[in-house]
């Protein structure tokens, strides 16, 4: 499958990730994280969870837009899926 586009690495479970018109392909959620996930328009960090919008940008936190001096709203969790819930089992398997 290649290596990976962040750290060069050939060693591993390679997988790709598809969002938008951008694709990349990793060896960890590190790497992915670290070339696709937005970053905070406040502090930088990258963004895991939901973000809070802003007309300005998008932040990691309620505290990141308040500092940034941006009116904000919560992003909707209705645009995201879990494939498998972090407890349990997804449905259908029992």
Same mark, same amino acid.
Request: charged share 15%; proline share 5%; with cysteine.
């Given at each position: 499958?290649?290596?990976?586009?962040?750290?060069?690495?050939?060693?591993?479970?390679?997988?790709?990730?598809?969002?938008?018109?951008?694709?990349?392909?990793?060896?960890?959620?590190? /790497?992915?994280? *670290?070339?696709?996930?937005? &970053?905070?328009?406040?502090?930088?960090?990258?963004?895991? !969870? +939901?973000?809070?919008?802003?007309?300005?940008?998008?932040? /990691?936190?309620l *505290?990141?837009?308040?500092? &940034?001096g941006?009116?904000?709203?919560?992003?909707?969790? !209705? +645009?995201?899926?879990?494939?498998?819930?972090?407890h349990?089992?997804?449905?259908?398997?029992?």
């Amino acid at each position: 499958m290649g290596a990976c586009d962040v750290c060069g690495s050939t060693e591993g479970r390679m997988f790709t990730v598809n969002m938008g018109n951008q694709t990349g392909t990793f060896d960890s959620f590190e /790497c992915a994280i *670290h070339m696709m996930a937005p &970053a905070c328009e406040h502090c930088g960090c990258r963004i895991l !969870g +939901h973000p809070v919008d802003s007309e300005a940008g998008i932040y /990691c936190c309620l *505290h990141c837009a308040k500092e &940034a001096g941006n009116p904000h709203q919560a992003a909707k969790a !209705g +645009h995201t899926a879990v494939a498998v819930p972090a407890h349990g089992n997804a449905p259908g398997q029992g």
